[in-house]
């Protein structure tokens, strides 16, 4: 008997954690070759699953910020209203309501199927490994390529970050055509924190997943202020953001109890390319802001 994509990739036998930790060469060669089995797994797993996954769509989005980011591509000089949804609470750093709070449980309740799939997903492991975590990008090896989830990323890098981080940011124009994410899930038995460093992007998103009422003790992101060695702690509520650049030192305190879900999304130019100090700010139209990139995706990924 013939099995389908996806039972061959419920079977196949996966890389230990400790190859993974070890960057093995055969841990690469597995997820290099079996690419395509696992994109057909996850879209027969999404047809599978269709009518009681969630719909991922804009009404995940919290509903004030939604509507001024859809009335900025409608008419960008309008863009005002979205900058004003983004509080600095750091210098360079800014936290806004992201996510609907009423509508993250679809979003997580499609997270956890991807859990319960059984198909082998790649954990995040640049500078530790996250067990609980997941590539997003379709750059990533074993990435989360189930198409309902992969409509919603586009949506969520293309109309809403690049946008917002072209307002915050306007140096990072030109340095935000490639796309990276991930997720993480930092738990006080296992995966419980990550020493201070700055990322290899020109903009960092960092989405808390935590529904309400879902608690845990510590798991702050500390901000370093590279001038006045500064240190502050933020928390973040049930689907808020905070949007950063990448060279901003930062780190994600010991979670002590309970669990932590996020989102990481990065932007950055060609095969890596991020702003730097001496970097010229280009000017552009908000109507140049409104819009995506024509330049193709390269295969970079950081790690």
Known sequence: MTLSSLQQARSIARPSRE???????????????????FER?????QTENEAKLPQLDSSIFDPKLRAAV???????????????????VFP????????????????????????????????????????GGAMLDPRSEGYLAAPGFQGFYR?????????????LFPDVVGYDTQTFGF??????????????????SAVTLNINLNLPGEGYSG??????????????KLTFEPGTALIHHGSVPHASEPITEGERYNFVLWLYGQHGQIPHGSTP???????????????????????
């Open 41 to 45: 797994a996850w879209s027969e797993w």
């Open 219 to 232: 798991s702050a992101v500390s901000f370093i202020d590279p001038v006045s060695r500064r240190v502050e």
């Open 183 to 200: 997720s993480i899930r930092w738990q006080a038995s296992k995966d419980t924190s990550l020493r201070p460093h700055s990322d290899a």
């Open 281 to 303: 700010t280009p000017q552009i139209s908000a109507k140049d802001r409104w819009s995506v990139p024509t330049e193709e995706f390269d295969n970079f990924a950081p790690f």
């Open 92 to 131: 360079g750093v800014y936290r806004a309501q992201f996510f609907d709070v009423e509508r993250l449980a679809a979003l997580r309740e499609y997270l956890d199927g991807v859990a319960d799939a059984d198909i082998p997903l790649r954990p995040p492991y640049g500078i530790v490994l996250n067990r």
């Open 19 to 37: 190859q993974m930790l070890n960057r093995e060469f055969s841990v690469q060669q597995f997820w290099n070759q079996n690419r395509d089995l």
């Open 70 to 88: 859809e009335q900025a591509w409608v008419d960008p000089t309008a863009e005002g209203a979205v900058k004003d949804l983004w509080e600095e």
């Open 155 to 167: 949506e969520m890098m293309d109309a809403y970050m690049r946008p917002v981080s072209r307002l």
